[in-house]
């Protein structure tokens, strides 16, 4: 037995609490040796949700996040990336209002699911920075052009799904009040990916990068690997994130990780809740993806169609 506390932390919104519930589950399902508590920091979830997730288990924390919190961040807009809410930047002020006992923990977004003990987290050295963190990209070029387009100083550029955070040191550093000043006032900057920018930017001085298997990007996979991927217990990483709008929690999106999701979704309390449809999300350019994923099926009726879609929807957009 494991008796290191790991905390865990999550940030959401009514929309996401079912997913939250899920990746919970996962975590506790691969780690029942260690001693792990959970933190949910929650914004507009009803008490009957908060109730639902509190039958995971005894060891989950809820925080209720005042509505007035993230009115600071209702203008914020992105064209680029709509699938993300003002949820997400609760992540900012979680080490101010934690409790004091929690002098490190694992920030995890709700996208994310655990597939190994994660007990190696304690060896990892954070007490001279801020948070350890893992590289958003495997490609060195995209690195580099996010590191350009930030004006960066570091050479590597992070994603912020996964944060393993030193408590005191980003309260120190003032991190919450850097990274709000380059969001609320972002002229200076061309932000695409904005609390995750914002922490680049702030941050690239005060960060330990680590093992990308602390946080492996589902977009890296192409569609064969999204399949062959899962079928090595030995190679898996600790946490793979579901980065990307078309979600696997989405009924359109079958696969090998969509049926893991399934599976633990199956020991929560949203169990006999069926998969939402995609369809109401659907952008122009997710039109396209699917007309290419349907031809390589060798469906190429429904490849036609929603290549018509794309292409109506592209000349519509103009």
Not at 170 to 188: G, H, R, V
Not at 201 to 223: A, E, G, P, R, S
Request: charge should be positive; include cysteine.
């Amino acid at each position: 037995m494991n008796n290191s506390i790991i905390n865990v932390v999550y940030c959401t919104d009514a929309n996401y609490l079912e997913h939250v519930s899920v990746s919970i589950t996962s975590i506790i399902l691969n780690n029942k040796n260690n001693n792990i508590r959970f933190h949910v920091f929650l914004y507009d979830v009803s008490e009957e949700d908060k109730n639902k997730l509190k039958e995971i288990g005894p060891l989950i924390n809820l925080y209720s996040i005042p509505i007035g919190e993230l009115d600071k961040y209702s203008e914020i807009q992105n064209d680029k990336i709509k699938h993300i809410n003002r949820s997400m930047y609760i992540r900012l002020s979680v080490p101010r209002l934690l409790p004091d006992y929690v002098d490190k923990f694992i920030y995890l977004d709700a996208d994310i699911l655990c597939f190994g003990d994660i007990s190696s987290i304690l060896n990892i050295d954070i007490d001279s920075v801020v948070c350890a963190v893992t590289a958003d990209s495997l490609d060195v070029n995209n690195m580099l052009q996010n590191r350009n387009r930030l004006g960066l100083a570091s050479e590597k550029y992070f994603n912020s799904g996964f944060l393993y955070i030193n408590t005191q040191n980003w309260k120190k550093f003032d991190t919450e009040n850097k990274a709000n000043q380059i969001l609320l006032s972002p002229q200076n900057y061309n932000l695409i990916y904005p609390d995750q920018d914002a922490l680049n930017v702030v941050l690239q001085k005060q960060i330990n990068f680590i093992d990308v298997k602390w946080n492996y990007l589902f977009t890296w996979m192409n569609d064969q690997e999204k399949e062959s991927f899962f079928h090595n217990k030995q190679s898996l990483p600790y946490f793979v994130h579901f980065t990307g709008a078309r979600k696997i929690w989405y009924q359109e999106h079958t696969g090998i990780a969509q049926d893991i999701y399934c599976f633990y979704k199956h020991f929560t309390p949203w169990a006999d809740y069926n998969l939402k449809s995609y369809k109401s999300k659907m952008r122009v350019n997710d039109y396209r993806i699917y007309s290419i994923s349907f031809f390589k099926q060798k469906k190429f009726k429904e490849s036609a169609k929603y290549f018509l879609y794309y292409i109506k929807l592209k000349l519509f957009k103009k």
